[in-house]
Each structure stands twice: as structure tokens, then as C-alpha cells.
């Protein structure tokens, strides 16, 4: 449970102690990317932006994101999120199915290639998120639809990564389709 302790000068504010911890953690997480982005150089490329761009960019919505947890958690927590439903428990199963679905992708993209290692990945990803809803199903059918549309995200996208932007992505075959 999370301990809540009267704001000093706020009358009847309370802070939320696990709420403002965790948005203390997003603006550590914040700096550290911060921190990282001052040793990637700035030098502008294509369109007057450096690589160094997108993590300052991330960096600082995270900041902002920070800010606002704190703030939420200070000024009296998160207001809208009811009773709790179980959900502070976790869904393990879910979770390992995801898991698994990213670190299998992780460890197969470049032996399998980018398409099947992500179609793999949206299948397992689908059946945890479906574990979740309590939508659960492992028949043959559900796991070929599921792998179907799963290479019909990926081909699209490893094809324009791959032909449009010359951005290399481990392919399964040496000519560039697949």
C-alpha cells in the first residue's frame, strides 16, 4: 500500500510517497538520458538536425512527464484511478508472455530476420495481452491469424526500412525481400 503524508502549508493536500517516488524515478531516468545525449555530438546532418537531437527531445518529455507525477502525487495523488481491481497484483502469465515474445525477437531478429522474428514476436505479445483480457486461445487458427498479421505489420515495415530509407535490417534470404 502507499503511505500519504499532509504537504507542508497545504491544508488538506497530501503526498502520495509511492506516486512521488515513481516520478522521481521518471526524471532520474530523464537526467540520466540527458547526461548521455551531452556525449553524442551535436553536429546538424540532414535538415540541420545532429544525432543528438531525439534523445534531448525524449529526455526532456520525460522531464516533463516527471514533473507531472510529482506535482499529481503532491497535490494529491492520482485522482482517477478508483478502486483497485487485482490489477496491483500483476498478470505473471501475461507478462511472460510478453516477455518472452521481446526477448525472443531480441535474440532471433538476426538469425531469422527481421519479418519472421517480429511476426514471432506480435504473436506471443497477442497471446499474452489476450491472457490479460482473459481472451486466452491457443487454437491452431488463432496462432495462424495471429502470424499472418504479424508479417503483414513487419514486411511493410522492413521494406520501407530497407528500400526507401537504405536503413539495413537483418533479412531471412540475402536479396533484400525477405
Same mark, same amino acid.
Given at each position: 500500500?502507499?503511505?500519504?503524508?499532509?504537504v507542508?502549508?497545504?491544508?488538506?493536500?497530501?503526498l502520495n510517497?509511492?506516486?512521488?517516488?515513481l516520478?522521481?524515478?521518471v526524471?532520474?531516468?530523464?537526467g540520466?538520458?540527458?547526461?548521455? *545525449?551531452t556525449?553524442?555530438?551535436?553536429?546538424?546532418?540532414?535538415?540541420?538536425?545532429?544525432?543528438n537531437?531525439?534523445?534531448?527531445?525524449?529526455?526532456g518529455l520525460?522531464?516533463?512527464c516527471?514533473?507531472?507525477?510529482?506535482?499529481?502525487?503532491?497535490?494529491?495523488g492520482?485522482?482517477?484511478?478508483?478502486?483497485?481491481?487485482?490489477a496491483?497484483?500483476?498478470?505473471?502469465?501475461a507478462?511472460?508472455?510478453?516477455? *518472452?515474445a521481446i526477448?525472443?525477437n531480441?535474440?532471433?531478429?538476426?538469425?531469422?530476420?527481421?519479418?519472421?522474428?517480429?511476426?514471432?514476436?506480435?504473436?506471443?505479445?497477442v497471446?499474452?495481452f489476450?491472457?490479460?483480457?482473459?481472451?486466452?486461445?491457443?487454437?491452431?487458427?488463432?496462432?495462424?491469424?495471429d502470424?499472418?498479421?504479424g508479417?503483414?505489420i513487419?514486411?511493410p515495415?522492413?521494406?520501407m526500412?530497407t528500400?526507401?530509407?537504405a536503413?539495413?535490417?537483418?533479412?531471412?534470404?540475402?536479396?533484400g525481400?525477405?
Open positions: 500500500m502507499s503511505q500519504t503524508l499532509p507542508a502549508g497545504s491544508g488538506e493536500s497530501r510517497q509511492t506516486q512521488a517516488l516520478g522521481l524515478g526524471l532520474a531516468v530523464a540520466v538520458l540527458a547526461w548521455g *545525449a556525449s553524442i555530438p551535436s553536429n546538424a546532418g540532414y535538415a540541420g538536425v545532429g544525432p537531437f531525439l534523445p534531448w527531445v525524449v529526455s520525460l522531464a516533463l516527471g514533473g507531472f507525477l510529482v506535482w499529481e502525487a503532491a497535490s494529491g492520482f485522482r482517477a484511478m478508483g478502486e483497485p481491481d487485482g496491483e497484483r500483476g498478470d505473471w502469465k507478462f511472460g508472455w510478453v516477455s *518472452a526477448l525472443l531480441a535474440g532471433l531478429i538476426t538469425s531469422i530476420g527481421f519479418i519472421l522474428s517480429c511476426a514471432l514476436c506480435f504473436v506471443l505479445a497471446r499474452g489476450k491472457l490479460a483480457e482473459g481472451r486466452f486461445d491457443l487454437s491452431l487458427r488463432a496462432w495462424v491469424q502470424a499472418l498479421i508479417m503483414a513487419s514486411a515495415v522492413y521494406w526500412f528500400k526507401a530509407l536503413i539495413s535490417l537483418p533479412g531471412l534470404t540475402q536479396t525481400w525477405l
